[in-house]
């Protein structure tokens, strides 16, 4: 059973700075792409980051040069390194696993998800 845990959420205030986890299973996190997404109170979920498993990263435009998406794949983490934090920022914070799969010949994208993490930016 593939499993997706995120860890480090909290409260932090406007300017500071916090730094999210996120292990996924052995078996498919050194083939998978992991992306950071987030959903605040009454918006959908968006992407903050991503980061293929070769190491190649995407940042949503209103992250960047705030956040860095980084990769362990001896520890099976991927890290969210927030700096400059926003009250706009706050959100649950979710990791996704995305193992590639191949079925029948054909070549196949699963996605798994973390139970979230809350980041709350306040005075």
């Known amino acids: 059973q593939v499993q997706v845990v995120e860890f480090g959420g909290g409260l932090v205030q406007p300017g500071g700075s916090l730094r999210l986890s996120c292990v996924a299973s052995?078996?498919?996190?050194?083939?998978?792409?992991m992306g950071w997404y987030r959903q605040a109170p009454g918006k959908q979920r968006e992407l903050v980051a991503g980061?293929?498993?070769?190491?190649?990263?995407n940042y949503a435009g209103f992250v960047k040069g705030r956040f860095t998406i980084s990769r362990d794949n001896a520890k099976n983490t991927v890290y969210l390194e927030m700096n400059n934090l926003k009250p706009e920022d706050t959100a649950v914070y979710y990791c996704?696993?995305?193992?590639?799969?191949?079925?029948?010949?054909?070549?196949?994208?699963?996605?798994?998800w973390g139970q979230g993490t809350q980041v709350i930016v306040s005075p």
């Open positions: 996704e696993a995305d193992p590639p799969r191949w079925y029948n010949g054909q070549l196949y994208q699963d996605h798994y």
């Open positions: 052995r078996s498919i996190f050194s083939i998978s792409a």
């Open positions: 980061i293929s498993s070769r190491g190649s990263t």
